[in-house]
T-cell receptor, first 112, second 115 residues
Framework: DADVTQTPRNRITKTGKRIMLECSQTKGHDRMYWYRQDPGLGLRLIYYSFDVKDINKGEISDGYSVSRQAQAKFSLSLESAIPNQTALYFC???????????FGPGTRLTVL | AQSVTQLDSHVSVSEGTPVLLRCNYSSSYSPSLFWYVQHPNKGLQLLLKYTSAATLVKGINGFEAEFKKSETSFHLTKPSAHMSDAAEYFCVVSEGSGGYNKLIFGAGTRLAVHP
């Protein structure tokens, strides 16, 4: 969905490096989410934010941090990347009470 | 806690034949249920959603799903597969109250369509 963009789309990095993944949206949604996708596990929630002043941990937040710089921007950081953080990362947006979420194209991250 | 089980990790059909992707859920509330599709190297696209209205839900690209509370199922069907349907499909349940909707994803079913 072109309304939710993620940068970079692909990234290869080394163990111990700091990495930031960025997400922007033009949908005007208050809620934003970060997920990771691993084969056979579906998507798992890392962090979510209901507005600029609200940040919450998801089920797998260890090793990650986030920043909600504005309503439209939500970034995910890996302070010290490790190989088991190699995955496909998705940003999503949503409305309160709407249920469904709208996903960006994903960032493929490889940690060597 | 809510959970979602997709009963088949891979499904293979011939073009023009019916598609059935199976999903069972567990929920202590009246759930909202979704099917998303992920084409190779693409993000997730919403196919359809159930939110306690009609139990038979029609989605995009000819897909539909039927909510069966007695069977706790939400299977996805399509009468006639097309080559472009080859993708991974995720059954998703929405959990939460007080205005917070957390999505719980199944592990996914990869659909292959053969000529």
């Amino acid at each position: 969905d072109a309304d939710v963009t993620q940068t970079p789309r692909n990234r290869i990095t080394k163990t111990g490096k700091r990495i930031m993944l960025e997400c922007s949206q033009t949908k005007g949604h208050d809620r934003m989410y970060w997920y990771r996708q691993d084969p056979g596990l579906g998507l798992r929630l890392i962090y979510y934010s209901f507005d600029v002043k609200d940040i919450n941990k998801g089920e797998i937040s260890d090793g990650y941090s986030v920043s909600r710089q504005a309503q439209a921007k939500f970034s995910l950081s890996l302070e010290s990347a490790i190989p088991n953080q190699t995955a496909l990362y998705f940003c999503a947006t949503g409305l309160a009470g709407g249920g469904e979420q709208f996903f960006g194209p994903g960032t493929r991250l490889t940690v060597l | 806690a809510q959970s979602v089980t997709q009963l088949d990790s891979h499904v293979s059909v011939s073009e023009g034949t019916p598609v059935l992707l199976r999903c069972n859920y567990s929920s202590s509330y009246s759930p909202s249920l979704f099917w998303y599709v992920q084409h190779p190297n693409k993000g997730l696209q919403l196919l359809l959603k159930y939110t306690s209205a009609a139990t038979l839900v029609k989605g995009i690209n000819g897909f539909e799903a039927e909510f069966k509370k007695s069977e706790t199922s939400f299977h996805l069907t399509k009468p006639s597969a097309h080559m472009s349907d080859a993708a991974e499909y995720f059954c998703v349940v929405s959990e939460g109250s007080g205005g917070y909707n957390k999505l719980i994803f199944g592990a996914g079913t990869r659909l292959a369509v053969h000529p």
